[in-house]
């Protein structure tokens, strides 16, 4: 298996402009997380979803964050419009049923966010 | 609210020493919880995964610890070496299935 694929690795944009970054979880995991890490926050859980239905977005921070899973090998997590403080590094991550109780997590190689 | 920290935030020692890394968190009703590694600009790895009814788990030189009711964890690392150098990471696990991190420990083994 070729693990969770983020995309882009790298985004850089100017302020206002719409970003969407891209996961590709696990086959077969049916669980996906988003989460961000900063300097000053550490790692931060944005929203997770369970069989392609978002179960909890309490920690997206604001309404120009949202994010989707239209199918169960496919999430995008949009920022529209981007403003400099959203600039982070932010991680996908997947996981199934047995897998939490087991294995836990596995973790993409993340997007490193740049808004200038 | 869950919250997790870790101490201290920044560890240097000399190969070959052993070390402890240590990890409190402040709600006993957790889940499970893991220890990552994360090497810089790089993603997260899974050390060790405890579930929340054992005491220990060990792999190799890494020895984890977990004591619920006082809401702590240790990570153990015996005969460290530089290829050890990373950041460390505690998490905590929610019944849904959500990790609560801490902000890690930067560990820096010298030669």
């Known amino acids: 298996d070729a693990g969770v694929i983020q995309s882009p690795r790298h985004e850089v944009t100017e302020m206002g402009q719409e970003v969407t970054l891209r996961c590709k979880p696990i086959?077969?995991?049916?669980?996906l997380f988003w989460y961000r890490q900063t300097m000053m926050r550490g790692l931060e859980l944005l929203i997770y979803?369970?069989?392609?239905?978002?179960?909890?977005d309490s920690g997206m921070p604001e309404d120009r964050f949202s994010a989707k899973m239209p199918n169960a090998s496919f999430s995008t997590l949009k920022i529209q419009p981007s403003e400099p403080r959203d600039s982070a590094v932010y991680f996908c991550a997947s996981s199934s049923p047995s897998g939490l109780a087991n294995y836990g997590y596995t973790f993409g190689s993340g997007t490193r966010l740049t808004v200038v | 609210k869950q919250e997790v920290t870790q101490i201290p935030a920044a560890l240097s020692v000399p190969e070959g020493e052993n070390l402890v890394l240590n990890c409190s968190f402040t709600d006993s009703a957790i889940y499970n919880l893991q220890w990552f590694r994360q090497d810089p600009g790089k993603g997260l790895t899974s050390l060790l995964l405890?579930?929340?009814?054992?005491r220990e788990q060990t792999s190799g030189r890494l020895n984890a610890s977990l004591d619920k009711s006082s809401g702590r964890s240790t990570l153990y690392i015996a005969a460290s070496q530089p290829g050890d150098s990373a950041t460390y990471l505690c998490a905590v696990g929610g019944s849904q299935g959500n990790l609560i991190f801490g902000k890690g420990t930067k560990l820096s083994v010298k030669p």
């Open positions: 405890i579930q929340s009814s054992q």
């Open positions: 086959s077969g995991h049916d669980y």
């Open positions: 979803f369970n069989n392609n239905v978002p179960i909890d």
